[in-house]
């Protein structure tokens, strides 16, 4: 039987802001620029807050910083089939978005450093209303926050441990068309915006020596519960749904010399078994991230970095369009192949892989200084099969 391609998804993105699958690389422009690295060497006070607590002790006294990021994804889907022809490539109209950040640290004495911040680490989101009804109004809208409380301690003059609770906050809604069962209707599914709290954990180590910096951090996976989301059955409830975020275990070094420092990170994100992305089939992610710093002077830094992680969506073929088998989290309907895979492209697009990142930070004084940093993502293309 001849093959028929029945959705093509194209994303490209320009941006100031990347992911890994849904999670930003970075969450200041100073770590972006070095391609999300900062497990295995510091990279700034507001940054090892999230990305490795121990490495809190580097900075002395009282420290603040607060920005945001900027993402200006540009998404498009195409649909085709032999009985409704070819849709062409279609723009989604979700193409600004604005995420904050904002830290403190403390340090107590020699031993203890108090760390504290706001991040937003995670989210995705589309928007085809009133643009092709064959991509069924699909709008998504995918938000999620971390308040870190961390605390460094200082075990000797080479080793510190930390350690963070973190408290999050998400907000989930989807908009889409869905077919009734019974009569094979289109009705809309969406229950729209539903929000969620959990909390999670992390422990760091850092080791330093001369030049040389070690890091180790593992971040638990964080339980959430979003209300009233999606109608499946068309029985007039809203049915909630676990969208899980993963655990992350990362190792990372660096090494200074002279002017130049370099570092590199591994990072693990466990997609595969949380509730939620585990259902809609995503793969787990090795994250490799290479930063690069060269210091002009003693108030100016440039900064390079790289960042790759296969998508934990992927292409795929001879799926099964009939057959509904897989159960989503606490969802009422159960779906085919074809509706998790075109659920994942059309309305959760995470299938960026290369990211080239650079930027600057200038001190103006002791007190005063700016960071900025810009991403830039190569495109992608995958394809679904019937």
């Not at 989807?174 to 999670?200: N, P, R, Y």
């Not at 074809?338 to 002791?366: C, R």
Request: some cysteine.
């Amino acid at each position: 039987m001849k093959k028929l391609v029945v959705l093509l998804m194209l994303i490209t993105a320009i941006t100031v802001f990347a992911t890994n699958g849904d999670n930003m690389i970075g969450v200041t422009p100073s770590s972006s620029a070095l391609g999300g690295a900062g497990v295995g060497a510091p990279v700034g006070a507001t940054d090892e807050i999230f990305r490795n607590p121990a490495f809190l002790g580097n900075y002395k006294g009282f420290n603040m910083s607060f920005g945001a990021v900027l993402f200006f994804p540009e998404v498009r889907g195409r649909y085709s089939d032999m009985q409704h022809g070819d849709s062409g490539f279609i723009k989604s109209q979700a193409d600004t978005f604005m995420v904050p950040e904002i830290g403190i640290t403390y340090q107590i004495n020699e031993k203890f450093t108090f760390g504290l911040g706001a991040f937003g680490v995670s989210g995705m989101g589309v928007d085809y209303r009133n643009r092709d009804p064959r991509l069924s109004n699909m709008n998504t809208n995918f938000q999620f926050m971390r308040t870190i409380a961390a605390l460094s301690y200082k075990v000797n003059e080479n080793l510190s441990l930390g350690f963070a609770l973190d408290l999050a906050w998400g907000s989930l809604d989807i908009g889409t068309f869905l077919q009734d069962f019974h009569t094979g209707d289109a009705f809309e599914a969406g229950g729209g915006v539903s929000q969620a709290f959990g909390a999670g954990g992390q422990f760091g180590l850092a080791y330093q020596k001369n030049n040389f910096t070690f890091g180790i951090l593992y971040q638990t996976s964080i339980p959430m519960n979003y209300d009233r989301v999606l109608d499946t059955n068309h029985d007039g409830i809203f049915e909630k749904m676990k969208l899980e975020q993963p655990d992350e275990l990362a190792i990372g070094f660096g090494y200074r010399l002279n002017a130049w420092r370099f570092m590199f990170d591994v990072r693990e994100i466990g997609w595969e078994n949380t509730d939620g992305y585990g259902q809609f089939l995503w793969k787990d992610q090795t994250v490799y991230c290479l930063g690069i710093e060269y210091t002009i002077s003693k108030q100016t830094t440039l900064k390079f970095g790289y960042n790759y992680a296969k998508s934990p969506i992927r292409n795929a073929d001879n799926l099964d369009l009939m057959t509904p088998e897989h159960k989503v989290s606490e969802l009422s309907a159960t779906f085919s192949d074809f509706q998790v895979a075109w659920f994942n492209l059309l309305g959760f697009p995470a299938i960026t892989e290369d990211h080239y990142s650079m930027g600057i930070s200038h001190k103006f004084n002791k007190t005063f200084g700016i960071d900025f940093g810009f991403v830039y993502l190569l495109k992608r293309l995958l394809k679904l099969f019937l």
